[in-house]
Each structure stands twice: as structure tokens, then as C-alpha cells.
Nanobody, 115 residues
Framework: QVQLVESGGGLVQAGGSLRLSCAVSGNILSIDVLSWHRQAPGKQREFLAFITHSGRTVYADSVKGRFTISRDNAKNTVYLQMNGLKPEDTAVYYC?????????WGQGTQVTVSS
């Protein structure tokens, strides 16, 4: 059973930066895909970015050029570096692990961006 724990959220001013981390239990396999999503109050969960074992990345338009996803396979950890934060980035940020057709989610970490 894969477990994920996010950390690094907090309160920042507009234009600031945060680095989120997601620790994944167990071994990371070459087929695993790790991604970040967020959910703002009253809104649907939104895809932000994913990264494969080899480092291929895809970003949503809403964060392209501002956020960077990365992973350290030796540490079983995926990161989301967030720069140029905006108030509309305020949300709970979730880490997701996919292996084949099986998906697991973390508990989320709150990011609040003040104007």
C-alpha cells in the first residue's frame, strides 16, 4: 500500500515562493508517475504537473513557467517549487502516485497566498 505525505505549505505574500515536498512510502518503480494537484474552496481538484521516473514533465497552463516539479528517486520524494505565487494559487495541494491503474493520494498541505 502506497502512502504519501505532503509538507511545506504555509502562508506567503504574493510574489513569494514555497517548496512543497511529498514523501512516498515503499520503492519507487520505473513505471510510477508522480503528480501535484490542488483544490481551492468551492472548486474542483485541479491538475498541476506530473513527472515520470525518467524526468519527463507536463504542466498545466495555470502554473507553466512558475512552478517546477522534480523528484528524487533515491529519497522517494517528489517536489513542487512554486515561484511568483498569486492569491489565486491559494488551495490545498495534493500529491498523487500512479502505478498502472492504481492511484494514491496524500492528505494535502495548505498554501495560502496573501495579496
Amino acid at each position: 500500500q502506497v502512502q504519501l505525505v505532503e509538507s511545506g505549505g504555509g502562508l506567503v505574500q504574493a510574489g513569494g515562493s514555497l517548496r512543497l515536498s511529498c514523501a512516498v512510502s515503499g520503492n519507487i518503480l520505473s513505471i510510477d508517475v508522480l503528480s501535484w494537484h490542488r483544490q481551492a474552496p468551492g472548486k474542483q481538484r485541479e491538475f498541476l504537473a506530473f513527472i515520470t521516473h525518467s524526468g519527463r514533465t507536463v504542466y498545466a497552463d495555470s502554473v507553466k513557467g512558475r512552478f517546477t516539479i522534480s523528484r528524487d528517486n533515491a529519497k522517494n520524494t517528489v517536489y513542487l517549487q512554486m515561484n511568483g505565487l498569486k492569491p489565486e494559487d491559494t488551495a490545498v495541494y495534493y500529491c498523487k502516485h500512479v502505478r498502472g491503474v492504481t492511484a494514491s493520494w496524500g492528505q494535502g498541505t495548505q498554501v495560502t497566498v496573501s495579496s
